[in-house]
């Protein structure tokens, strides 16, 4: 590892990593006047001017599938005149994987992606250039998403954003669905980022262009629209209303709107009086060691 | 309230430099009296508490004199010189009482009942306390002056809630004992007249308490010595020649010396009690201490550790060992002394007795160390257990249970809801149409995309320049809406875009609503007269409070009044709560009486 002093610190060097949203069962369906091959064209020319802004900057790709994620386009890597082509091709190749994965032959409405797992490889990638190579760059993600949230996820989502929040990376959102997303939205406002979801999807390059391509070293000059912010009522896990006192497991950190005697998110026995409490309970609301 | 009166005597003083007017103060209950020893002075005073708006007292010290001034609500003040603190303070207290509640020293004294709780008699301590807090912090001071002085709660009132800060005063006034000071011995520098060949020291109990603490030997020397042998001046006066010597540096002259004097050579030796002491210490030491691991962090590379003190005349010379000092052993010892503080209860002044204390002190303490013979034991598990190697180690059971969530879609269901809703938007994506999708069918159409795209390449223009300039104006729009957004970012605050004025007296009016609420509701439930006069009192209070809002409300400018009355609201909303249940304790209070005849009209 090389030591930190050593580096070349910039603040005008970014290293943008794309999460781009291949779910086919998003995609067929999107009728939203913004066919795959359009949005395509949109994002290579997105990232070729992001390249274009320092010859230093760093572009990588990560396709997030709904079986599995691939890195599929690193700047650092692919021959200079050939960016497209490379992509795409990386493009294809993954997207016949992830067809191959596939078990199920038809499923009801759209599959969610795999946003933790790009989220997470992006995250690692980042890691790694930090702690390698003799530049550091700002690094940020941006996050290019259109199928609907995978509620599944969302522990290993919120893992991703808490440790992004940790090594200081804003997270970028751009909702290109129908629907926002409460991921990204958290996910943004919890790292600083900008979350925004384009009225206009023919016009997604003027979008990227124009809120997504600041570096964080501009960003501080520049008045970039701003989300409302996020909702951070809370509402019980037994009747989704949304409540203003409740009661918390306090394993699990559940949220229900009545005393009930488990927790019927992870199974915790409540405290009940000492004598209840079997000597064989293992769920100890704090172990002693 | 008792019928007390307090009488005195004291001169009376119409200003500070006045040398005053023998005479003769009585105070009562509502009032004061002063009569002159001399009947023909004019200086005749009868005085009701209820005009005295404030009193004032010089500080209790010898030479000072005790006054005590009475300040009237219309600007006067009486000054009294009293012949003693005592009896001014026995006035001041009695002053303080008639004047703190004027509302029960005055109208309401004939409305027995309303006698407070606590009439309690103020100690001089407490009354300090008080004053001390009120002093310190500006914002109680304007609290204590708008409902005390103003009458809606009483003295004893207004401090029963705060009985905790006065608490705090005085456990932060704790004894703190004094250590030793740092300054090392060495620094006592000899002062030379420099025209004799003398030299001087000075020598003071603390020094000598420092001496004995750090150089065993030279009290136990001292012990042995003084005053079988020697007399205590002959004895320091070879100490000091010992340290003359040292600070010479010129060990070989020492080692001469200490040959012909076997007194002066204790002094001039390495101190053999502390160095089997060190040796113990030694043996204590964690074992598995990794002394390379702070290999340069020290100033060993520096020559003499960083610090300016000449060694370099040292000789190598073995015969001579015994009477070299190191530098580090006489600093490390210094600090080990400081460290450990003042240890002994024993007057400075008396060296003998100090001498003997600290060496009882260590006596103590290896008598200790003996006995802890499970030490040694602790030793050796330290080391067989940092001994251990990990990886050669069995998994260690830890009494933890894993978490088990068995669907993390509540917390996800739990936030999204309230998530969606603040964008405005309905949960119309729930409805978005189901489509059964064959796997393959998705896969190609995303697949045939692609290859579209590598086939024509991109699109030229990528984006039309209409589409582009209305995204622009969206964009541009939404950053010059969201300027107006008040009160939602959290990072700026309303209050500090108002005008100073504005701020303060919001500010001041909320602290004091709360003071006010905190009355009110800790009267419920009324169960005697007094707090239903408390209560009322405090309503009145309140009900000004309102009006004071309003003016708040209206003084400001138009552009600001939207903030304020957003800031005005939870307060009102919070009075709004207190009449309410004013109101409705009142209904059923009344409803009670009306079944007995008395109440009934």
């Known amino acids: 590892m090389t030591p930190v002093s050593r580096k070349l610190y910039t603040d005008d060097v970014s290293l943008l990593v794309v999460l781009i949203d291949t779910n086919p069962y998003f995609w067929s369906t999107n009728n939203s006047g913004l066919p795959y091959s359009k949005f395509l064209s949109h994002l290579v020319a997105f990232l070729n001017s992001i390249l274009l802004l320092n010859q230093l900057n760093q572009v990588v790709g990560i396709a997030t599938g709904v079986n599995s994620c691939g890195y599929i386009y690193d700047s650092s890597l692919a021959p200079p005149n050939k960016r497209a082509e490379t992509l795409l091709q990386k493009l294809e190749e993954f997207v016949i994987k992830d067809e191959e994965l596939s078990a199920e032959d038809s499923v009801d409405g759209i599959k969610s992606s795999l946003l933790s797992g790009s989220l997470s490889m992006a995250l690692c990638y980042i890691q790694r250039v930090l702690r390698s190579g003799s530049l550091h760059p700002q690094p940020r993600i941006l996050c290019l998403h259109g199928s609907p949230d995978g509620p599944g996820q969302y522990v290993a989502v919120m893992n991703s954003i808490f440790s992004a929040q940790r090594s200081m990376l804003p997270i970028d959102s751009c909702v290109i669905g129908a629907q926002h997303s409460a991921f990204l939205q958290q996910a943004s406002h919890i790292t600083g980022g900008i979350y925004s979801k384009p009225q206009q999807l023919d016009g997604l390059f003027q979008y990227l262009s124009t809120l997504f391509a600041t570096d964080l070293h501009s960003r501080s000059f520049i008045q970039l629209h701003k989300s409302v912010g996020v909702d951070f009522r809370a509402s019980c896990f037994c009747h989704k209303s949304t409540i203003d006192m409740g009661y918390i497991c306090s394993v699990c950190l559940s949220i229900f709107c009545k005393p009930h005697k488990k927790c019927s998110t992870c199974g915790s026995t409540f405290g009940q009086p000492q004598a209840t409490v079997s000597p064989t309970n293992l769920k100890r609301k704090a172990p002693d060691s | ?601």
């Not at chain 2, 004053?131 to 204590?144: A, C, P």
């Not at chain 2, 030279?218 to 320091?236: C, H, I």
């Not at chain 2, 001039?268 to 990794?290: G, N, Y």
């Not at chain 2, 010379?317 to 460290?339: I, T």
Request: contains cysteine.
């Open chain 2, 1 to 601: 309230m008792s019928e007390r009166q307090v009488i005195k005597r004291a001169k009376y003083k119409s200003s500070i430099k006045d040398p005053g007017t023998p005479g003769v103060l009585t105070m009562k209950r509502e009032r004061f009296v002063f009569m002159p020893s001399d009947p023909r002075s004019l200086m005749k005073l009868n005085v009701e508490f209820r005009f005295i708006i404030g009193h004032k007292f010089s500080k209790e010290a010898p030479n000072k004199k005790a006054l005590l001034n009475l300040t009237q609500d219309k600007g006067e003040s009486y000054i009294f010189e009293f012949d003693s603190f005592p009896d001014r303070d026995a006035c001041r207290d009695f002053v303080a009482m008639a004047i703190a509640p004027p509302a029960n020293a005055g109208k309401a004294s004939s409305d027995k009942p309303s006698v407070p709780p606590s009439s309690e008699q103020l100690s001089t301590a407490e009354m300090d306390r008080r004053i001390k807090l009120l002093q310190v912090d500006s914002e109680l001071q304007k609290l204590h002056k708008e409902f005390v002085m103003g009458g809606v709660l009483t003295e004893a009132e207004f401090w029963a809630t705060r009985k905790k800060s006065l608490d705090e005063k005085i456990s932060s006034k704790s004894k703190q004992r004094v250590g030793l000071k740092s300054d090392m011995i060495f620094n006592v520098k000899p002062s030379s007249d420099g025209q004799s060949n003398r030299v001087k020291y000075s020598l003071t109990p603390e020094i000598i308490h420092q001496i004995f603490a750090e150089k065993p030997a030279v009290r136990r020397a001292y012990l042995n010595l003084v005053p079988k042998k020697m007399t205590e001046t002959d004895f320091w006066m070879k100490y000091w020649r010992a340290e003359y010597l040292h600070s010479t540096k010129n060990i070989v002259a020492a080692a001469a010396e200490a040959a012909e004097d076997e007194e002066l050579a204790v002094f001039l030796k390495q101190d053999d009690i502390l160095a089997s002491e060190a040796r113990r210490k030694i043996r204590r030491v964690d074992p598995t201490l990794d002394m390379e691991a702070d290999e340069g962090d020290d100033y060993t590379h520096l020559p003499d550790h960083g610090l300016s003190r000449d060694v370099s005349k040292d000789l190598t010379d073995s015969q001579y060992d015994l009477y070299k000092r190191s530098f580090l052993q006489d600093l490390n010892r210094h600090a080990a002394v400081v460290l450990e503080g003042r240890s002994v209860d024993v007057e400075l002044g008396d060296t003998r007795s100090v001498a003997e204390a600290l060496t009882r002190l260590k006596e103590v303490e290896s008598a200790n160390e003996a006995s802890n013979t499970h030490v040694e034991q602790g030793r050796s598990d330290l080391i067989s257990r940092m001994a251990e190697l990990e990886d050669l180690q069995g998994p260690r059971d830890h009494p933890v249970a894993p978490l088990s969530i068995k669907d993390p879609r509540d917390y996800f269901d739990s936030q999204q809801a309230n998530a969606i809703k603040t964008l405005g938007e309905s949960q119309s994506g729930s409805k978005h149409k189901k489509s059964i999708l064959n796997a393959h069918e998705a896969y190609g159409s995303l697949r045939k995309s692609i290859s579209e795209i590598k086939d024509l390449g991109l699109t030229d223009p990528i984006i039309k320049s209409e589409v582009a300039m209305k995204v622009f104006s969206e964009l541009t729009l939404r950053i010059s809406n969201t300027k107006y957004h008040h009160g939602k970012d959290p990072h700026e605050s309303i209050l500090d875009g108002l005008p100073n004025a504005t701020k303060e007296e919001i500010l001041h009016q909320w602290t004091s609503i709360q003071e006010l609420l905190k009355h009110f509701w800790s009267s419920y439930p009324i169960t005697t007269t007094y707090l239903h006069i408390k209560v009322n009192k405090v309503k009145d209070a309140m009900s000004k409070i309102y009006q004071k809002l309003q003016e708040i409300k209206s003084s400001v400018r138009q552009d600001f009044r939207h903030p304020v009355s957003l800031l005005v609201q939870p307060m009102t909303q919070a009075l709004d709560a207190a009449f309410a249940h004013y109101e409705v304790d009142f209904q059923k209070r009344s409803t009670k009486s009306v079944e007995r005849p008395n109440g009934f009209v």
